[in-house]
């Protein structure tokens, strides 16, 4: 596949201007406009001696599954948000009293736009009539541009009060209401709130070198959950192909399948959080936790229509979950010593759990995201259990736990099997520096327990042969590929249907191709747990000396490593699949391995 191109252009602007005037001591005003576009562009081309190479239509051997046509395709993209905003500020002391009160709007407009004319190179149908001349005209079906234009404008207002007594007890307050033009209904206004406290304990005693700092925190917080307009504009959407009746082309274009509900509204959450905050021995040592529990109502969900609707679902608040757990963050200079060597550090972990509440009061149920391709697994939000349960086919087992097999000797199978949330049951990070005259490394260490992810490369590589498995030596000291009669094949264990017990030797294309067949997502579904070394940098900070009337205040050159180590995985992920980089929710679906990345950098002030 050398010869494909497949290239993508992409250009961002970032623009932002905020002027402020003072017109008192104590009161400011701030204008501000700021602008963010990202542009790419992407093409594609399928050159005709590719094309030949083949195994389906199109190829010198047809009769395979390969599809690969002489074509290519354009598709460019847009995003633009405009963000302009005025507010003023009122800071000023009244004895022991600071006061902050803070007022504003702010007037958003984002824009999605492209376009995008595509051949599909591995279909069976569209193609070049002239090979390798990439040009619109020269196709046997006409190119249909496919082009798109979603546009959405926020208008806010907005309020904030802070005030604190002797730099100890401190109160805050915000409250903010918003517009969205994606809700499609009048009711589009939506107010959220927060409310905040926080005690500042170590000015209430003497100072001491102890306990440096102790704060203690609490809040309360309402807040509308985005809703974009790509989510709710039942646009039509043009065909990719010309519908032909006689001699001409007509356009055609998708009738909306899904119906937005006319009250639609944005999900809540409510959220509540407490903390504390501590420094120890002069400030080198910290540490921080904070516990939070937060409930989300009114979630919008597709909701499946009956057929003589003419539409598959319709877009409504449905759906709640609630969300609660624990963050602790541990930081440190962990030596220091006078000729300049140092050591900091830093830990944090984080548990968090998330109960789905409510799908639809006919639903207990529903889909989240897409399904694998291949029909393996999906995930499903259900009521009462965790979020994200990874749903599949499972091997059929008796109440002992035993593997049930058919005559042939394969396994049963149970559809629709839960097999555990795709959440880990805690996260965490490890960050280290040691520095010493210019010089500093530095790395990162992330870590993860528990989780459930599918890999679909495993099972393309157990039902097609390629792992190492599938050519193992078996317990009677023959190849598993060898025939049953001859001393191989592969030895199970379980009980038959009615429960006799089960100790066999099956051939073994017909074992490892049973889970394709059957679509038996067990064997590949493991925990995402792991440790990996995350970054390494080594930086050198040139002595300034060196720059003296050069323009050049200083100048520093570092090597860094992305990714260089996954230290650990869960045993059962005896392939070592990077579960920090999956493709998708549900796990990977043949993605690519995972890759390290080495860079130098250069760092020049003036």
Known sequence: MKKFRNYTDRNSLLLSVAPSYKITDDLTARVSFSRTQNTSVNRYFMPNSLSKNGSGTGSSTPGGYLNLLNGFGVRDSQYTEDQYEGRLSYQKKISDFDILLIGGGNITNRNWEGNSQL??????????????????????????????????????LYASASVGY??????EGSVRNDINSAYLNSDNSFVSYSLGMSLLLHNLWAKNDILTYLKVRAGIAQIPADLSATSTNPEFRNGRQALSVGNNLYQTAWYPTRIISKSLKPAINENKEIGVDLKFLKNRLSLGATYYDEIRKDEPIPVTLPSSSGALDILINSASSKRKGIELALSGDVFK????????????WAKNRSTILQVNENLESIQYGDANAFSYVSILQKEGMEWGQLYGTAIKRDASGN?????????????????????????????????????SLSFTID????????????????????LEETAAMNDRGYNVRDAVKDGGGVRVVGVDVNGNAVDRYVEAHDYFTQFHANRIAEPFIHSASYIKLREVALNYQLPK?????????????????????????????????????????????????????????????F
Do not use: C
């Not at 200083?554 to 699949?577: C, E, Q, Y």
């Open 403 to 439: 593997a049930v097999m058919n005559a042939k000797g394969l396994y049963e199978f149970e559809p629709n099997k839960a097999f555990g949330s795709i959440l880990p049951e805690f996260t965490g990070g490890f960050y280290n520096t040691f520095s010493y005259k210019g010089l």
């Open 447 to 466: 870590f993860q327990k528990g989780g459930k992810f599918f890999s679909l490369s495993e099972q393309w590589g157990n039902s097609g042969g390629l």
């Open 166 to 171: 002797k730099d100890t007890y401190f109160v």
């Open 337 to 348: 010593s006078e000729n300049g060597f140092t050591w900091t550090t830093s830990v944090n």
């Open 545 to 605: 000396s060196i720059f003296t009337n050069t323009g050049i205040s200083n100048m520093s050159i570092g090597v860094t490593a992305r990714n260089p180590w996954l230290i650990a995985v869960s045993k059962d992920n005896k392939h070592r699949f990077d579960p920090s980089e999956l493709s998708q929710n549900y796990g990977e679906d043949g993605q690519l391995p995972s890759t390290r990345g080495f860079g130098v950098n250069v760092k020049i002030n």
């Open 119 to 156: 051949m599909d190179v591995t279909g069976t149908t569209q193609y070049l009539l002239t090979p390798d001349v990439y040009d619109f005209k020269n196709t046997n079906i006409p190119i249909i541009a496919d082009p798109y234009d979603y546009r959405q404008q926020y208008k806010s």
